[in-house]
């Protein structure tokens, strides 16, 4: 049996999860130290540099959205409305979020926040097909 494509999107966007946690992880060793990365962080120092806190922001900002990303699919996939206007939707969330991470990143504006209202859009196509 193939495998949908709101799944693949998934997964996809675990392998993203896991690349943003690991942005956010070497900026921030970068910045405080393998020590610290090393440490059970008891002092909870804060990221100061600019990259280093946008990582850990860019990551926050995944985690709001990627719990939807995996409900609307697996809600796709149990109802058997895979493929059409919920696939589209999946990959306009995937290819938006993964261009958001070097826009967040540079500190780009504007086109950073559009990318998001893109990858939104995604998830409202995704929301929509559950209905029809």
């Avoid at 804060?46 to 959205?65: C, D, M, S």
């Avoid at 058997?80 to 780009?108: C, D, N, Q, S």
């Avoid at 998001?116 to 995604?122: D, I, K, N």
Wanted: hydrophobic share 55%.
């Amino acid at each position: 049996m193939a495998m949908p494509a709101e799944i693949l999107v998934l997964a996809l966007g675990c392998a993203l999860l896991m690349l943003h946690i690991a942005l956010q992880g070497i900026f921030a060793t970068v910045e405080l130290g393998s020590r610290w990365n090393a440490s059970p962080r008891d002092e909870r120092l804060q990221v100061k540099g600019p990259v280093a806190g946008r990582a850990e922001r860019a990551l926050r900002n995944y985690l709001e959205t990627f719990p939807a990303l995996v409900g609307l699919a697996l809600a796709l996939v149990v109802l058997g409305k895979t493929g059409g206007l919920g696939e589209t939707g999946a990959w306009i969330w995937f290819l938006a979020r993964l261009v958001y991470i070097p826009l967040y990143l540079g500190g780009i504006p504007y086109i950073r926040s559009l990318v998001w209202t893109v990858s939104a859009l995604g998830l409202t196509l995704m929301f929509v097909a559950l209905f029809l």
